[in-house]
């Protein structure tokens, strides 16, 4: 059988329990071998908006994920110049471990809604598939993606998954208010929050 290989790619400014439910669960239901992390340098979809150092969202994703097996963190995006582009990501992959690996990139069900705006979107589908995680209030239309994307529309797979309403916007906007986190990210990344002072 081909090895499976998920990616899950976002900004992780900070990373929280409903990615970690989201990589945990697709895992077991596509039967990956992992999940590779990708912590975006530069996001293309939030240029002009204030992030954390890539340096901090990369030890929090690596603090929230060290303790399953299942999961790795790749620093592959901090290394490139730019905006990080899941295409160049995905062809410095394949160029890694060849075609004879199949790669699943995770996305929640608001970033389904938005994949025609993505660099080079029928390149991409045509590297990877993408699967979609539930979150609440997000509900893909697949009418509207077979209509966009025609025959590369087999390429999304949607999935129900546990919701959790929670958002690293939501989380920022607590810290910086004084509110707690606690059980809304892992302990290790509320207290690396704390000690690097973030979100203040
Ligand atoms: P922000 O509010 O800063 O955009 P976020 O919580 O959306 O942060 P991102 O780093 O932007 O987190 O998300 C990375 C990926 O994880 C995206 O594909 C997003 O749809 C998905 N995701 C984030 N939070 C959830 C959640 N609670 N349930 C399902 N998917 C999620
Ligand atoms: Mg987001």
């Known amino acids: ?3 499976r290989i998920g ?4 900004t992780f400014d900070p990373i929280h329990l409903g990615h970690l439910i989201v990589a945990e669960t697709l895992m077991d239901e596509f039967s990956l071998d992992k999940v590779v992390f990708i912590p975006a340098a530069v996001p293309p979809h939030k240029l002009g908006q204030e992030i954390s150092d890539a340096r901090h969202r990369y030890m929090m994703t690596m603090l929230a ?10 620093d592959m995006e901090m ?6 582009y899941s295409h160049d990501t995905l ?3 394949i160029r890694e471990h060849g075609r004879e690996t199949e790669f699943y990139f995770i996305v929640g069900a608001d970033s389904v809604a938005s994949l025609h705006t993505w660099n080079r979107i029928d390149e991409l589908l045509s590297m990877c598939h993408f699967i979609g995680a539930s979150r609440p209030g997000c509900m893909p239309d697949m009418a509207d993606i077979r209509r966009r994307f025609g025959p590369l529309a087999e390429k999304i797979h ?3 998954t546990p919701e959790l309403e929670i958002s690293s916007t939501d989380i920022r906007e607590r ?3 004084g509110r ?7 302990e290790a990344v509320e207290q690396y929050i704390y000690k690097e002072r973030l979100y203040l």
Not at 7 to 10: S, T
Not at 180 to 186: A, C, E, F, Q, S
């Open 180 to 186: 707690t986190v606690r059980y809304i990210v892992p």
């Open 65 to 74: 994920t060290c303790s399953n097996p299942g999961f790795q963190v790749s």
């Open 1 to 3: 059988m081909k090895k």
């Open 91 to 93: 062809a410095e992959l």
């Open 175 to 177: 810290i910086r208010r």
């Open 79 to 84: 290394k490139r110049t730019g905006p990080s």
């Open 7 to 10: 990616i899950f790619g976002g």
């Open 158 to 160: 949607c999935l129900e």
